[in-house]
């Protein structure tokens, strides 16, 4: 048995299990979501939730300015941004925008991958948001919204935490850094699908993480499984066998963005930005200790 092998079928032995240490949500992101389910919870106490965290505040406030939240005017405080987005926009971009603080390491063993995985979150996020804005531009799956899928793709690589946990718990168990790397992104789908069971998450966002990269899985109608791996496969986090244009019109083909003109629009350009400048304002991980 390979040495690869045999770690996979230990870590996998260890989710079966719930040996694995899985990820928590960060604690402010739980206070929002759990005032955001009481059926009396006012905007003006959200926004005093939100503010706890001024990090969290001032990245609310960014996102709620960027033309995929229908920022025309600019909000300037955390009151005005949580009004204009309303309690569950507010809390799905309150949650995406709080995965950042589960980006950090305190070993050299992982904390390369975990700027890679996080700026690739970043990037699909932006990218995905920006080809959702342009849809809605033109008329297009108004069913699906900004907010959702923006916490779909920051947290489709989610279950690449607890692997990356493991090696620095145990970095005697991987022999390199390549290894690392082939072990997370073979793992990181059934591991990801454990993490937002524990965390009580919807199945539609379940399914994007469990099956984003599988693409042998496909569903009926476009949702945002769809746009996830699209901004996956356009940001290069994932190279295909096939052309790349090719690839593009398979996309076309199910209706998930009307032709490849998308990506020129002036709205694709100005929501990707905005997005991706949401989230470069700070650093994608953290070291710690």
């Known amino acids: 048995m390979s040495t690869d092998h045999a770690l996979l079928v230990q870590l996998l ?9 899985l990820p928590s949500l960060p604690e402010v992101a739980i206070g929002v979501r759990e005032m955001a389910r009481q059926p009396d919870c006012s905007l003006s106490e959200l926004s005093a939730e939100i503010s706890k965290d001024p990090a969290l505040a001032a990245r609310i406030v960014s996102l709620s300015n960027s033309a995929a939240f229908g920022g025309v005017s600019k909000s300037t405080s955390v009151i005005a941004a949580v009004t204009r987005l309303g309690l569950h926009r507010t809390r799905d971009l309150a949650v995406a925008a709080a995965m950042q603080q589960l980006f950090r390491t ?8 975990m700027d890679e995985i996080w700026r690739f979150n970043v990037e699909v996020a932006s990218c995905a948001c920006a080809i959702l804005a342009c849809q809605h531009e033109l008329g297009n799956l108004r069913a699906l919204s900004a907010d959702t899928l923006l916490l779909a793709s920051l947290i489709h690589n989610i279950g690449a935490l607890p692997v990356l946990e493991q090696a620095e718990l145990k970095p005697e168990l991987f022999a390199e850094r390549e290894q690392l790397r082939r072990i997370t992104q073979l793992l990181k789908a059934p591991i990801g699908r454990s993490v937002l069971l524990e965390w009580g998450f919807d199945q539609e966002l379940i399914e994007v993480v469990h099956r ?52 020129g629009m002036e709205t694709y350009f100005l929501t990707y930005n905005e997005i991706k400048a949401s989230f470069d304002s700070g650093p994608g991980y953290r070291r710690t200790g």
Do not use: C, H, N
């Open 13 to 21: 032995g260890k989710v079966k299990s719930g040996e694995l240490v």
């Open 106 to 113: 305190s070993r050299s063993m992982t904390w390369d991958l």
């Open 212 to 263: 984003w990269a599988d693409f042998s899985f496909q569903t009926q109608e476009v949702g945002y499984l769809d746009l996830v791996r699209l901004a996956a496969i356009y940001s290069r986090e994932v190279v295909l066998a096939d052309p790349f244009p090719s690839v593009l019109e398979m996309f076309v083909s199910k209706g998930v963005i009307p032709s490849l003109d998308l990506f």
